[in-house]
């Protein structure tokens, strides 16, 4: 018989929040590891995304990274949120991101647009029966520190929450204490997944997405939620290196034109990158080629949404 660790606790955490709040960037700083691609825009996760971190003896998080939640009229963005509402139903904890800073700004400029956000989120949750942490982020940004107060007094109106925890998933402050936190709270279990497994998502899914992601920091306006990324090679080369081949559907021939550049200048500058993000990942060197076509208003179709793996 297999032999139980007494006081290790494992089980599923889902990060919710709005779009840019910066679920990603806390999960890649707890894992050690980039399995969620991020970038400055909102809505950059589309996907549910799974990350192992083991801490020996201990325990073990399975993070699900979800996209963010917002309202929207759109097939495509309809589809990521129901992924990530979906993400809900088998959790033993949610933690519920905010950019404390951008809506300490938003505060001082007496706008409501985020608050009307983080409602939303909040309405999502409702009627959830795990307990939900809120995670303060992004409090490296708050200039004053007593901004932080009625920030909580204001948040903590949305719901009980279960903990409410102030950090900066960026530079890794107080990071530690929600990962103590969270195993606490967790069953009292044996490991979920191996040791060494970080995620599940297929080697071919990152490598799109590094991709997705240089194209979202390389674009502007309406180009990078118009793109999805496929991968139809990739394969080993004779020599040991990694052969990827990448196409980059648009919807409009004015998009194709801009992610390519003038005699390819920009397709050049997001493929180094995102070759780069491969090479440190997989750990060998990559051969990327990449191909952009045209595919008219895939984000609309439902047949394209299943295609590139957003259920609609």
């Known amino acids: 018989m297999e032999e ?3 006081d290790f606790h494992s089980g599923f955490v889902a990060l919710v929040g709005a779009p840019n709040a ?3 960037t806390l999960m890649n700083h707890v894992l050690g590891v980039k399995v969620a691609i991020t970038s400055p825009k909102p809505q950059t996760t589309r996907n549910r995304i799974l990350g192992v971190r083991t801490y020996p003896n201990k325990g073990q998080l399975c993070f699900v990274d979800t996209p963010g939640l917002h309202e929207s009229s759109k097939r495509l963005n309809k589809a990521i949120i129901k992924m990530a ?4 139903q088998e959790v033993d904890l949610i933690v519920h991101v905010v950019d404390v800073a951008s809506w300490v700004a938003a505060s001082y400029a007496g706008k409501e647009r985020l608050w009307a956000q983080e409602e939303f989120v909040a309405e999502k949750l409702a009627n959830v029966e795990v307990p939900v942490i809120l995670a303060l982020n ?3 940004l708050v200039t004053n520190k007593e901004d932080l107060l009625p920030a909580l007094q204001k948040f903590s109106s949305l719901r009980e929450f279960a903990q409410v925890i102030p950090l900066s998933a960026r530079d890794g402050a107080n990071v530690e204490s929600i990962v103590e936190v969270l195993l606490a709270a967790l069953p009292e279990q044996e490991a979920l997944f191996p040791e060494d497994m970080v995620t599940d998502q297929a080697e071919k899914f990152i490598a799109a997405e590094f991709v997705r992601q240089e ?4 674009t502007q306006k309406e180009i990078p939620y118009s793109v999805a990324v496929e991968i139809e090679r990739f394969a080993d080369g004779e020599t040991g290196t990694l ?3 990448a196409v980059v559907h648009v919807e409009r021939s ?4 801009i992610i390519i550049g003038q005699g390819g200048a920009r397709m050049k500058v997001i493929a180094t990158a995102a070759r780069l993000e491969m090479e440190r990942f997989f750990g060998r060197k990559v051969f990327l080629e990449t191909f952009v076509r045209v595919e008219s208003n895939w984000s609309e179709n439902p047949r394209a949404l299943n295609r590139f793996g957003y259920e609609s």
């Open 4 to 6: 139980t660790h007494h």
């Open 22 to 24: 910066g679920k990603s």
């Open 85 to 88: 509402l979906d993400a809900l």
């Open 138 to 140: 992004k409090v490296d």
């Open 215 to 218: 194209i979202m920091k390389a």
């Open 243 to 245: 052969e990827i081949s």
């Open 254 to 257: 004015s998009q194709k034109g």
